[in-house]
């Protein structure tokens, strides 16, 4: 199942992880794209972001969009594979139009991050 269209077109998502080392939830609001039911991020922070460094330890996450929350599970993706480049082309055609300055180095150098996100309706 695939994240409803009206969610995919949002500016920002917030990512709410389980902090390191208290256990307390951490949440940082980011840019995204998705394919199908993985949404994507480019940590400019690489692996010294906060929340890079709290996903390696609990991958478990909650993404909110909107007024929509989700469970996800968080996992780097590799250097290089063809997922790298889908998730850098992805966030690249989003926000290019919408951002007036230069994201050549952010789309290039940045780690990306995909989240797998649990979107089937709940059972009533």
């Known amino acids: 199942m695939q994240l ?36 994507y991020v480019l940590a400019g922070g690489r692996d010294r972001a906060d929340f890079v460094r709290n996903v390696r330890k609990t991958p478990r996450v909650t993404v909110r969009i909107g007024d929509r929350a989700f469970a996800g599970t968080a996992r780097i993706v590799g250097d290089g594979t063809d997922e790298d480049a889908l998730a850098r082309r992805l966030l690249l055609a989003k926000y290019r ?15 990306p991050v995909a989240f797998d996100l649990d979107v089937t309706p709940a059972a009533r």
Do not use: K, M, N, Q
Request: aromatic letters at 12%.
């Open 4 to 39: 409803p269209s009206a969610l995919r077109d949002a500016d920002y998502c917030y990512i709410t992880t389980a902090g390191r080392v208290t256990g307390s939830p951490h949440t940082v609001e980011i840019w995204f794209a998705v394919e199908a039911a993985t949404l």
């Open 97 to 111: 139009p919408r951002y007036s300055g230069d994201l050549d180095d952010w789309g290039r150098d940045a780690l």
